[in-house]
């Protein structure tokens, strides 16, 4: 880890012409999504089939890639029918986030689906490769341990039951993944759990935080330790470990008054409204009462609060209340004292990186609610 963030830190980004690859993961990653997600909804095969390739439309040129889309089609039905023997059915029904906040991550799985026995929300992670790999063994352990401890959010519209539904709903539970292969006709249920330790967690930042200073951790590895590949050579060193810079972001931000619960409720609202909606709001045409119901629609089916509807239904405010935050210069100056270790281990580099702070500590610590308390119990596990 150490290795690798000094090697992100002092390398120069190159610009080379790329290998044309006969296939990208991320166009077959979708296509298993898709394949998934449908067939777990109830879609037909030919329909789903229809579905994948009319979102996907060089399936329709690649024979490869049409050959990928028939057998993940093809796989999900067997899947589906053998899922029947431990949840009777599994509905997807929306989008999924998880957020760690002393690793200052996000996790986002690819579903949340409901079980037809009890309605028990399940993550189901869709997995397109030719093989299986350890390593979504512990991806899987990962998100349940984020259920768990933090909760995961289910997203964006979606049909649960036979009723729409817009508003976040958090799952904490004793979560389980699915880890859905559609091309090898196979499925596996993980149940275990991994929760980082706060020794692992600091441990990592102190990693991190070393591979920035050209240094890595006291070790006594051996020859054949796999980070002997990576044919780099730093001093080993040690040092405290450091909270997260987005953590100290957004510390400084509730410290300087940024409701982070409303910032959450406003944005999360405005990507939800339709296009036409959005455009009659940012040109002012006049909607008259319309304001009104839209305000109590919002409400009453985001959840979200009376302020946080004023704010998505007035553009000026809005804009008002996104400029008053403040940017990252700002924060580095409000939060200097706390900032100081990591400006003598980054330098100038802190200043050029700080607006993508930001918008990281943006990302994870900005929940629906609470998320002051999210914050200051953070900080409370590293100060």
Known sequence: MAIKAYRALTTEPTVSPQERRVQEPATIGKIGEMAVK?????????????????????????????????????????IRKSLKAAYKEVTIVGKGEGRHPDLAG????????????????????AKDSAREARSYKFQAMFYNGI???YGVYLLQERIEGETPRFFTRILRSNAETV????????????????????SVIKGAWKAKQLGFSGRVPENACR????????????????????PPLPLIFSKGSIENGVDLDLEYQTNYA????????????????RMGHELDGLKNWLMTN??????????????????????????????????????????????????????????????VYSLPKDSSRFVRSAWGRWC
């Open 270 to 285: 405005w990507d939800l409204l339709p296009s036409r909606i959005k455009l009659a709001l940012l040109f002012s045409q």
């Open 147 to 149: 259920a768990e401890k």
């Open 223 to 242: 020859n054949k330790c796999p980070h002997n590949r990576l044919k780099v050579n730093l001093p080993e060193a040690d040092m405290e470990p450091l």
């Open 179 to 198: 880890l859905v292969y559609p091309r090898l006709a196979t499925f596996s249920i993980v149940k275990e759990k991994y929760v980082p330790t706060e």
């Open 106 to 125: 996000t996790a986002r799985p690819d579903f949340i689906g409901l079980t037809k026995n009890d309605g028990t929300p399940i993550i189901v992670e």
């Open 38 to 78: 449908l067939t777990l909804q109830g879609v037909p095969k030919h329909e789903t089939l229809n579905q994948i390739t009319g979102s996907i439309p060089k399936i329709k040129i690649n024979e490869y890639l049409a050959q990928i889309a028939a057998e993940s089609v093809e796989g999900m039905e067997e």
């Open 302 to 363: 985001l959840m979200i609060s009376k302020e946080a509807a004023d704010l998505v239904a007035d553009n000026a405010k809005r804009e008002s209340f996104l400029a008053s935050k403040p940017t990252s210069d700002d924060l580095l100056r409000l939060m200097e004292s706390e900032l100081q270790p990591w400006q003598i281990i980054l330098k100038q580099r802190l200043k050029t990186s700080a607006p993508s702070i930001l918008a990281r500590a943006t990302a």
